[in-house]
């Protein structure tokens, strides 16, 4: 009786602890598996990665794919047939994988292959190429024939990363550049595709970042070398995002102006700008003008005019005060068209200054013919002003010809007393650069001339 007791009793706690057990398995299984496919998912492929990667710094491929279109099958066919063609792509998938290797889904229609060895970016390619081939043989549904095509994105250890994450993160950018540039194909990571996503995520968040107050204005004061004051300062646009952080105007100019954005963030500017330049106007500072940069596209747009004459309407500001600076480029990709809107400008009173003029491939005859007032020599041009011979020279000649047609001239990136001094003597006007200022807000310039430190 007391056997037949302790046998049940051990049979109870030794089927309770089996039970335990299968269940922490099942329950680790689910944390490792994709449920649908059976394949590892992708807590299992970042650690399969990682413990050749971080410890021993093995060489690995990383491969994520991407079947194209599968929505389509769902919407077709149903999604218990797509689920079908799932498993079936992940069965091909594990048996077509290289030795030693791990196929893995890793979300909705996207599978991946970790890799071990070492592969050229060539090697790899051709690999794989071959390996594909055997992965697009039609699917059946209901006994119809289903061609699908998928995209694929590859990261190579070390070289592409040296984590799980970040290799998988990288083969997924390659993935996107695939998806967005016709799918059905294969491509390994490249550095670029880093900015391209960037770039993607900046033109995305520009409307809301208008609405939220994201940007603002820092104004960087230009020196008359004449007189020893402040003439002017030139507004220049910051972008502090809660996301990206600070983001450089060499970034997101550029993508504004490829995706559209460039009016309206350019009619903020101009108000904000000439909201601010009303104050100073009131308050008895040297400043003569506001300067703002037009990029080409908005240049060339008739609609320029009428919006900067609505700001200045709005604003109650003369359009005295306002300084337009434009590229050589934007002047050369339509002459007739810039010096007609230039005309117009200057029409209404706004001074119109060439920015960054010797970089660009106007001619004399371009010069001599453009109705501007002021050229901008560019800051490589400054940089050896006072060490070398040959760009002092050139300096020299563009302040010639620039007095022979009648404009004045402004020095950009001005950072020593040296160049100041070479600039003087060539007869330059005013200069700009951190030897006077570097971008400062509206409250600290005001500071500043609260302390006569320009002179004002």
């Known amino acids: 009786m007391n056997l037949s007791f302790f046998l049940f009793f051990a049979f109870v706690v030794i089927s309770l602890i089996l039970f335990r057990f299968q269940r922490k ?40 794919i991407d079947l ?8 077709e066919y149903g999604y218990e047939s797509g689920d079908s063609v799932l498993v079936e792509f992940s069965e091909r998938l594990a048996f077509s994988a290289p030795a030693h290797s791990l196929a893995a889904r890793i979300e909705g229609n996207k599978f991946a292959l970790a890799i071990p060895g070492t592969y050229s970016r060539e090697g790899i390619q051709t690999m794989l190429a071959d390996q594909f081939l055997s992965l697009q043989s039609p699917f059946y549904i209901s006994g119809a024939p289903v061609h699908l095509t998928f995209s694929a994105g590859v990261a190579l250890a070390p070289e592409d990363g040296r984590n799980g994450h970040t290799l998988l993160l990288h083969a997924e950018r390659a993935l996107r550049h695939v998806k ?45 070398i004449h007189s020893g004051k402040t003439d002017s300062v030139e507004a220049l646009i910051r972008w502090n995002s809660p996301v990206h952080g ?14 559209g954005f460039i009016f309206d963030l350019t009619k903020w500017i101009l108000q904000e700008a000439c909201r601010q330049m009303k ?6 500072h040297t400043f003569q003008r506001v300067a703002v940069n037009i990029s080409a596209p908005l240049f060339l747009s008739d609609r320029l005019p009428e919006m900067i004459r609505d700001i200045l309407h709005d604003c109650k500001l003369d359009a005295g005060f306002l300084e337009l600076e434009i590229t050589e480029t934007a002047v050369m990709e339509d002459f007739q068209n810039a010096c007609r809107i230039i005309t117009l400008l200057k029409k209404e009173g706004i001074t119109i200054s060439l920015d960054d003029f010797g970089t660009g491939v106007s001619s004399l005859t371009h010069l001599k013919n453009l109705p501007i007032d002021t050229l901008k020599i560019d800051k490589s041009f400054i940089n050896e002003v006072h060490t070398s011979f040959e760009d002092k020279a050139l300096v020299e000649m563009i302040i010639q010809l620039a007095n022979l047609f009648g404009l004045s001239v402004t020095a950009e990136g001005v950072e020593k007393q040296e160049q100041l001094s070479v600039l003087q003597r060539l007869g330059c006007d005013s200069i700009q650069g951190y030897l006077i200022s570097r971008p400062e807000l509206p409250d600290v310039l005001d500071a500043y001339f609260t302390e006569k430190k320009y002179g004002s």
Not at 196 to 214: C, K, P, T, V, Y
């Open 25 to 64: 398995k099942y329950a680790f299984y689910r944390k490792q598996t994709d449920l649908l496919t059976n394949l590892p998912n992708r807590r299992s492929l970042e650690q399969f990665i990682e413990a050749r990667t971080t410890p021993l710094n093995l060489p690995i491929a990383v491969v994520v």
């Open 68 to 75: 194209d279109n599968f929505n389509w099958i769902n919407e």
């Open 180 to 224: 967005h540039h016709g799918k059905n194909n294969l491509v390994l990571y490249n550095t670029s595709f880093q900015r391209q996503d960037l770039e993607l995520q900046l033109a995305m968040s520009f409307r809301s970042a208008l609405q939220n107050g994201e940007f603002f204005l820092c104004y960087q004061p230009k020196l008359s």
């Open 246 to 259: 600070t983001v450089s105007p060499a970034l997101f100019i550029p993508v504004a102006e490829k995706n």
């Open 279 to 284: 104050k100073w106007s009131e308050t008895n």
